[in-house]
């Protein structure tokens, strides 16, 4: 029996460099952002997803309207990634041995990457840290074992799982996704050159 991993995408953020449209409304085919990383998500081996909704909450929790997901809301998004960060740990079910870390505004994660990841953080099983790569470079998502969790939920303001991943001292397992683990959409050139266009 493998290791049980959530998925926690967070969809919190105020998407400023975009102007005035939220970048996880931005479509891709038939569906906007949002329901495309969370489609991926439902899809693969992962046995839970939450969405973090924040800015647009309504807008986005409609979005994934359907879908197999538990929606948690932070209502205090502003302050940075790291309340959305804790709002999903919450979500995370006991019997959860990781969560995985995924941002919404990253088109090119499939589903096929989410279960790599998941199958390296089995094989070490559970014990460390596993974290996606593009041509050898740190990128996203990353698994967090249970162990970490505490670390996780203290951190503050607009930061990430980097400084608790450095401080822990576990082992960090790199799978290599290539350009999908760098490839976030943050600016309305990066949403055309991922093929997205706005709502």
């Known amino acids: 029996m493998g290791s049980k991993v959530a998925i926690a995408i967070l969809a919190a953020?105020?998407?400023t460099r975009m102007g005035k449209f939220n970048k996880l409304l931005s479509m891709f085919g038939n569906a906007p952002l949002v329901r495309l990383s969370v489609q991926h998500a439902t899809a693969s081996t992962g046995s839970k997803v939450i969405v973090v909704t924040g800015h647009m909450a309504n807008e986005i929790r409609e979005a994934v309207c359907g879908l197999n997901v538990t929606v948690v809301h932070n209502s205090a998004f502003a302050s940075g990634m790291s309340s959305s960060v804790?709002?999903?740990?919450?979500?995370?079910?006991?019997?959860?041995?990781?969560v995985l870390i995924h941002l919404a505004d990253m088109p090119l994660v499939n589903e096929?990457?989410?279960s790599l990841m998941i199958e390296a953080f089995n094989k070490c099983r559970g014990l460390s840290?596993?974290?996606?790569?593009?041509?050898?470079?740190?990128?996203?998502?990353?698994?967090?074992?249970?162990?970490?969790f505490r670390a996780l939920g203290d951190l503050e303001g607009d930061r990430g799982a980097r400084q608790v991943i450095a401080a822990s001292g576990l082992p960090v397992i790199e799978v290599e996704i290539g350009a999908a683990a760098m490839c976030d959409v943050d600016t309305v050139e990066a949403l055309d050159a991922a093929g997205g266009s706005q709502p």
């Open 129 to 148: 840290v596993v974290r996606a790569t593009a041509y050898g470079e740190h990128g996203n998502p990353v698994i967090i074992p249970r162990k970490l």
């Open 13 to 15: 953020g105020r998407s």
């Open 112 to 114: 096929s990457h989410m």
């Open 86 to 98: 804790r709002a999903a740990l919450q979500a995370v079910p006991h019997d959860c041995d990781g």
